[in-house]
C-alpha cells in the first residue's frame, strides 16, 4: 500500500512521496510591479523580517502553514494582511510536482500531456488534477478563500522544465486600480506610461488580447502581457486554502 511521506520544516513542505511520485518545494508567492515575494525561490526587492515583509508597494504580514491531515491528504493555508495601503498583482499558494510519474494533467475539464509548453492554463475553477502513471489521482482542490472584495480566485496547470505546477491565485477584479504593461527581455524591462496601459486596456480587444499574454501563449511568446493591479487598505486581508488529496 503507497503511503504519503512527507519533510515538513517551520510549516513549510521541503519534499514529498507518495509511491514514485515526488513533490516539493511547496510555498507561497505574491508581487506588485517591482517586487517578487517567494517562500521557494529567490525573492526580488523584497525584504524579511519574521512573518514581515517589507515591498516596493506595500508592507505585508504574512501567515503560511503546510500540514499532513492524514495518510492522504495535504492542507496549506495562506493569510496575508496589509500593514499599510499597498498594491499587488496576485497572491498564490504553489504546489510543485516532478513529471516523470505524472502521465496527464486536467484542469475545467480538459486533459493534457507534459510538452514543456510553459503554458499557464489559468481558470476561475476549484479543482485540478494529475493523474499518475500508476493510476494515482492527485486532486488539489481551493476550499477557502478570501479576496478582500478586489481578488477572485482561479486555478492553473502549468507544465515547465521537469515539473507540473498547480498555482491556486488571487487576482484583481474590475474596477482595476492600475495597468501595468510590461515588456522584458534579457536586456530590459519597459513598462509603458499608466496612461498608455490605461488607454490600451480600455480600447476594444485591448484586454482580451494583452490580459497575461505571455502566461497564456506560453514560452515561444514574447514578454509581452498587461498585468492589472488592485489596492488593499491597512488592515484587509488576502485568505487561500487548499487541499491535495492523493488517491
Given amino acids: 500500500m503507497k503511503k504519503l511521506q512527507t519533510e515538513i ?7 514529498g512521496q507518495y509511491g514514485d511520485i515526488r513533490f516539493g518545494q511547496w510555498g507561497f508567492e505574491c508581487s506588485d510591479r517591482q ?3 517567494t517562500l521557494t525561490d529567490q525573492c526580488r526587492d523584497a525584504y524579511q523580517n519574521g512573518d514581515y515583509w517589507q515591498l516596493a508597494e506595500g508592507d505585508w504580514a504574512l501567515d503560511y502553514h503546510a500540514r499532513q491531515t492524514d495518510p492522504h491528504t495535504l492542507h496549506i493555508r495562506a493569510t496575508l494582511a496589509a500593514l499599510r495601503d499597498g498594491l499587488l498583482q496576485d497572491a498564490v499558494i504553489r504546489l510543485v510536482f ?3 510519474a505524472i502521465q496527464t494533467g486536467e484542469i475545467a475539464g480538459r486533459k493534457f500531456r507534459h510538452t ?4 499557464y492554463r489559468l481558470y476561475p475553477v476549484h479543482i485540478a488534477r494529475l493523474t499518475g502513471t500508476d493510476g494515482t489521482i492527485i486532486s488539489v482542490t481551493l476550499d477557502r478563500y478570501d479576496g478582500a472584495g478586489r481578488f477572485m480566485p482561479y486555478l492553473y496547470l502549468r507544465d515547465s522544465g521537469d ?8 487576482l484583481p477584479i ?3 486600480d492600475h495597468i501595468w504593461l510590461r515588456w522584458a527581455n534579457r ?3 519597459w513598462s509603458a506610461p499608466d496612461w498608455l496601459a490605461r488607454l490600451i486596456w480600455k480600447c476594444p480587444g485591448g484586454k482580451a488580447i494583452f490580459w497575461r499574454l505571455r502566461e497564456r501563449l506560453g514560452r515561444h511568446c514574447p514578454e509581452i ?4 493591479l488592485n489596492n488593499l487598505k491597512s488592515g484587509q486581508s488576502l485568505l487561500l486554502e487548499v487541499t491535495c488529496h492523493f488517491r
Fill in 35 to 37: 517586487s517578487f515575494l
Fill in 174 to 176: 474590475d474596477p482595476v
Fill in 187 to 189: 536586456l530590459f524591462t
Fill in 9 to 15: 520544516i517551520n510549516d513549510r513542505l521541503v519534499t
Fill in 116 to 119: 514543456n509548453s510553459d503554458r
Fill in 98 to 100: 516532478d513529471k516523470s
Fill in 225 to 228: 502581457q498587461a498585468v492589472p
Fill in 163 to 170: 515539473h507540473w505546477i498547480i498555482h491556486a491565485r488571487l
